[in-house]
């Protein structure tokens, strides 16, 4: 039987592989997508793959910069091996083996993936501190383009509990700093006491309650030094 799976490529990262084991895989820039892409090219919800019978289709959902085959753009079809899938700045390229799979496909994939462009860490540096709750560490560093509290194996900050929410909140880097949004099915996002409902500027010192989390976000101005 062979096996289906997504080869990702994105800048600065080298190739990347997502197994493609479940009946729909949803793309976009969106937190309840399954691969996330962090693109500002990429609608919240761009585009989806699905199994129907032996073959995989990629969809198009109404997308601002539309989804290519090939560098040809389609509302949907079916995919073939070597195919390669343009989403915003980002491609996939999907691929099927003959290999077997039988030891692969025995968890069946259910997490969801985040997928950004490493950049080099230039600028202020960003510590968040734990203050109260329960997480794996007691401080993080924020450094790349995105960054998410919650039980996800993908996650930043990782949540602990049997009730604590996938994706309780997703950081944003902007030029002006750091942004932090609720996540999809997160009720409660306080910043300072202030809630809130669509995404927050981050400065110094500012305190983060989320999903019984509370963290503080501190900000460090460092140097940058030039290598030869």
Request: charge should be negative.
């Amino acid at each position: 039987m062979g096996v289906a799976m997504l080869r990702l490529r994105l800048a600065g990262t080298g190739d990347e592989e997502l197994l493609l084991n479940r009946p729909e895989l949803t793309i976009g820039r969106a937190l309840d997508n399954d691969l996330i892409l962090n693109d500002s090219a990429v609608s919240l919800h761009h585009a989806r793959i699905a199994k129907i019978q032996s073959l995989f289709y990629i969809e198009d959902l109404g997308s601002t910069n539309s989804t290519f085959v090939n560098e040809r753009p389609t509302d949907e079809q079916p995919l073939t091996p070597g195919d390669q899938i343009r989403i915003g700045n980002q491609v996939l390229i999907f691929e099927q083996t003959a290999a077997d799979a039988t030891d692969a496909l025995t968890e069946p994939l259910d997490e969801t993936v985040v997928l950004t462009p490493r950049q080099p860490a230039i600028g202020p540096k960003v510590t968040l501190l734990v203050i109260d709750g329960r997480t794996d560490q007691t401080q993080y560093q924020l450094s790349g383009p995105v960054a998410v509290i919650g039980s996800d194996a993908h996650a930043t900050v990782k949540l602990k509990g049997w009730f604590a929410p996938r994706v309780a909140a997703q950081f944003n880097r902007h030029p002006s700093g750091y942004a932090v949004q609720p996540g999809p099915d997160q009720k409660e996002l306080r910043v300072n006491g202030q809630s809130v409902d669509t995404s927050a500027l981050l400065k110094d010192g500012d305190v983060i309650e989320v999903a019984g989390v509370k963290l503080s976000f501190y900000v460090q101005t460092q140097t940058q030094t030039s290598g030869l």
